[in-house]
């Protein structure tokens, strides 16, 4: 597994170890799915209430607003919450500054809005090579914003359990 290795200004060396693509995956998984969930429910909800709008433009109006807390999803979920998004919480991993620090409002937009290119516009394509290929497992939002995701989980061997 490879690691991000922080030298302090204490010059004390911390290594953390670097999200696997997988736990990624998954996270993404977990937070779009929860998204999905969100839409359906108020898309049901809004069917359910049975208004009748008079103008086919002012439905689309409150349909696009009440579509925008799953647009920004990512992004809310990341300031909020230091870096971690529900799929993130679950898969223990985190959004961090390549130097180790926590990351700041900027970074996660940058992250956000990249996720367009790097995700949606090649269909994870580009996000997944460039977490294969590069030192730090970044995507390209990550490699602009200059973070990169750690997994919080303690890895311990055998001799540790003993």
Known sequence: MNKLLINT???????????????????????????????????????????????????????????????FYPLIMETAFSGQSIGKMIMKIKVVKVDGTRANFYQYFSRWTLSIVDIWMSMGGIALSSIALTKNAQRIGDMSAETSVISLKPKLNLQQTI
């Open 9 to 71: 200004p204490q010059n004390v060396k911390i290594e953390y170890n670097l999200a696997s693509l997988g736990s990624r995956i998954i996270s993404f998984g977990i937070d779009y799915f929860i998204i999905i969930v969100y839409l359906v429910l108020v898309m049901v909800t809004l069917d359910q209430l049975n208004i009748k709008f008079a103008d086919s433009w002012l439905y689309f109006g409150i349909i696009s607003l009440l579509m925008l807390p799953a647009f």
